[in-house]
């Protein structure tokens, strides 16, 4: 009997070495803990602005006023050991504050604080920048006007505004202003990039041959050399269903943009993102289609040279049809669970592109997760009617609503081709709070691709097509774990702290990777909050 | 001599150096004047749908902070009546007849709910008094409602204000007596001063 379970522990040891998982990251780090901040739900870390030699700079918002429907900012710096040593409301009592915080930005070595004012007496919104004494947190007497844009129309709710973008080396500005405009005017914006002092380098109108309702502009990029990429979203005027994606580059030598359309051979782009590459070009990558099929059959990547705008690399690849059979077809079991659910059929297995990342050697890597919510709705009980009896009507009855955040499907893609595709099997299912703890956060280092998120345990060793436990927030075996996927293609896994010791849980959607590599790690329990630094060797 | 001389020269180059300072506060200054539209605090408007039941009353409403306000106003009532929205729902009995002179008194306290005030929707409570001096005698009808408005800019200095409420009436000022239900509607046209 001895020698029979003895045989048992060998045999699932030599299992346990068979699983995906690979024993150790092929990463190095350290980790530190901040204090914890006795907070309520309503505070929550903005932003991070820097980290320099005194330590980290970030802003801090927190909900105020009947409903918490007001937010008040705060400026907070930590020292190197992680400890809050100064903290300031970001507030503009000086002009009676009639300004609104927009953001914060670290350019060169100053931290500026940009706010805006609409004046309804010019029917125009300003946009004023202000630096920051880093060692006391209070303004300097330098506020200028810094950006324009037309408000046209009466009241304050039109849709024009201001957006950021700050460079790699974090020394050019991009402010993206939009004006407002009817949905039946040509699409218009503002583009002006600045340098590390403010002084601006180049300033366009732009209106494209669209209409505004027809064109939906995605995102926008500012390179290290002041070169401003655009991609949108076009609609047919005459066929809702025919999209096509269009990138602009713009330029303070060129009087004009230069537009590129982004075209795919019989394929429909579903998702698309952009990102700037280490060589200032642009990269804008997703998944695609079949023509006029909402199902994702494939990934596609092309590079916009910033000197020419040319389109320099491009790939158009199928995901692998093993891949497709295995993960991205719902299964009878799953089809059975979901109509049990809702009376809708959606797709079980529908991913959406959520990040986009360039590695150092070029290679694209796109990341998607499954993602979906549905209600579950209880119908209460049954009261006979006082007004008319005889008559029955349910009393009471209740919806939750569940989100559901599943697998991360990886693909990375260089010199033209699909490399590897990746699953990574995980089930995060929360009630009712937006999938606040759920989720994942994305970070690179040399090469590797990094995903952090909170997971069960029982998941520690799951195969790539494994079954995952689900990660609910009541439990306590679940943690924070690593998966690293290196260059080939090999995973590894770890858990660098667990909800039963560490009394917390992270949040990763809050959570980001800083420009130097470091990773900083949101984290709740309770009504405590705290972060962790993970910086790489 | 030389000493005057040298102050002169002393004077002469500060004052350039007061000229030639960027004086960028004032620059800034330029683009957050607007009038005092972002500071107005204060709302004069006339309810136009008082005027079909003989009232006219003039309104002030004031911006305490940025939830809530204080509206309070006046009016002379017209000699005409004509019957409430509620009077149409129950069986009616005219009381006020051939009505000569008199007055109304509102007072309403609001919270803003959806935005910064004195704009967006609104909830108030509301005490509104009419004094109807009839041929043999006067009647005193007081109105106390809960309220629901929403005020929004129709240009830079125009609001439009249209409410509803629903509350009780009480006669001659004797309270919980011979109350009925009333539901006001409003559609005040203001300035912002």
């Known amino acids: 009997m001895k020698k029979l379970g003895i045989k048992i522990v060998q045999i699932y040891c030599f299992v346990l070495t ?6 150790e990251v092929p990463v190095d780090f350290d980790m530190k803990w901040s204090e914890k901040t006795g907070a309520s739900k309503s505070v929550r870390w903005d932003e991070i602005i820097c980290q320099d030699e005194t330590g980290l700079y970030m802003i801090e918002a927190k909900r105020v006023g009947a409903g918490l429907k007001k937010q008040k900012y705060f400026l907070e710096h930590y020292d190197k050991q992680l400890k809050l040593i100064n903290s300031e409301e970001i507030n503009f009592k000086g002009d009676g504050n009639k300004r609104i915080f927009e953001k914060a930005y670290q350019l060169g070595d100053k931290i500026y604080v940009f706010s805006s004012f609409f004046n309804e007496k010019h029917e125009k919104m300003y946009l004023f920048a202000q630096s920051i004494n880093k060692n006391n947190l209070q303004y300097n007497s330098d506020l200028i006007k810094l950006v324009e844009i037309q408000f046209y129309g009466n009241g304050r709710n039109k849709q024009a505004g201001f ?8 020394s050019k500005l991009l402010v993206f202003g939009k004006p407002s405009i009817k949905g039946s005017d040509k699409e218009r914006f503002d583009i002006h990039v600045f340098d590390k002092d403010l002084h601006e380098l180049c300033s366009k109108e732009a209106e494209l041959p ?10 926008y990029e500012v390179n290290d050399l002041g070169q401003v990429f655009v991609v949108g979203d076009m609609v047919s005027e005459s066929d809702e269903d025919d999209h096509k994606i269009i990138a602009y580059r713009f330029s303070k030598e060129d009087e004009t943009y230069k537009e590129q359309i982004l075209t795919l051979e019989n394929a429909d782009v579903k998702y698309v993102q952009m990102k700037i590459n280490n060589d200032q070009d642009a990269v804008f990558g997703g998944y695609y289609s079949s023509i006029q099929s909402d199902t994702i059959i494939g990934c596609f990547y092309f590079t916009l040279d910033a000197k020419t705008a040319d389109v320099k690399q491009s790939c158009q690849q199928k995901i692998p049809e093993n891949f497709v059979s295995k993960y991205m077809t719902d299964s009878e079991e799953d089809k059975k ?3 049990t659910i ?29 993602n979906y919510s549905y209600q579950v709705t209880s119908a209460g009980y049954s009261q006979e009617s006082s007004v008319n009896p005889g008559i029955y009507t349910n009393k009471g009855g209740y919806s939750l609503t569940y989100y559901v955040y599943g697998d991360l499907m990886v693909v990375r893609m260089t010199s033209g081709k699909i490399q590897w595709v990746k699953n990574i099997p995980k089930k995060q299912i929360s009630v009712e709070d937006y999938g606040y703890y759920s989720s994942y956060l994305p970070a690179t280092w040399e090469n ?17 097509d494994g079954t995952p436990y689900v990660f609910a927030i009541g439990g306590m075996s679940s943690g924070a774990y690593m998966v690293t996927i290196d260059e080939q293609g090999n995973t590894a896994k770890k858990e660098f702290f667990s909800r039963r010791n560490d009394k917390t849980i992270s949040i990763p959607k809050r959570s980001t990777q800083l420009r130097d590599s470091d990773i900083l790690l949101f984290c709740r329990k309770n009504k405590s909050n705290r972060f962790l630094k993970i910086s790489f060797k | 001599m030389e000493n ?5 020269i002393v004077f002469f180059f500060s004052f350039n150096i007061d000229y030639a300072q960027d004086d960028s506060s004032k620059n800034v200054g330029f683009y957050l004047e607007d009038g005092g539209l972002a500071e107005s605090r204060n709302i004069f408007k006339i309810n136009l749908l008082s005027l079909a039941t003989g009232d006219l009353p003039f309104f002030y409403e004031r911006k305490l902070s940025n939830k809530y306000t204080i509206e309070a106003g006046a009016g002379i009532l017209l000699p005409y009546y004509h019957r409430e929205i509620m009077d149409y729902l129950d069986y009616y009995i005219p009381e ?11 007072f309403q306290a609001k919270s803003y709910i959806t935005d910064d005030a004195p704009k967006g929707l609104y909830f108030g409570i509301q005490y509104r008094e009419r004094r109807y001096n009839l041929p043999e005698r006067s009647i005193i009808y007081t109105d106390i409602t809960g309220m629901w408005g929403f005020q929004k800019n129709i240009s830079k200095r125009w609001v439009i204000d249209y409410n509803f409420g629903f509350g009780y009436r009480y006669k001659n000022r004797v309270l919980f007596k011979d109350e009925e239900v009333v539901l006001p509607f409003g559609l005040k046209i203001g300035i912002i001063i």
Do not use: A, C
């Open chain 1, 210 to 219: 669209y209409r505004d309702d027809h064109f939906k502009v995605l995102n």
């Open chain 1, 337 to 339: 669970i979901y109509e």
């Open chain 1, 18 to 23: 068979l699983s995906t998982y690979g024993q």
């Open chain 1, 342 to 370: 809702t009376s809708e059929n959606p797709t079980l297995n529908h991913y959406v592109l959520s990040d986009m990342e360039v590695l150092d050697d070029g290679s694209v890597v796109l990341i998607g997760e499954q």
């Open chain 2, 4 to 8: 005057t001389l040298f102050f002169l």
């Open chain 2, 96 to 106: 006020i007849v051939d009505p000569k002179t008199g007055y109304s008194l509102w």
């Open chain 1, 448 to 464: 590797n691709v990094i995903l952090i998120f909170s997971d069960h345990s029982y998941n520690y060793r799951i195969p790539e």
């Open chain 1, 163 to 170: 957006n950021f973008d700050i460079s790699m080396d974090q």
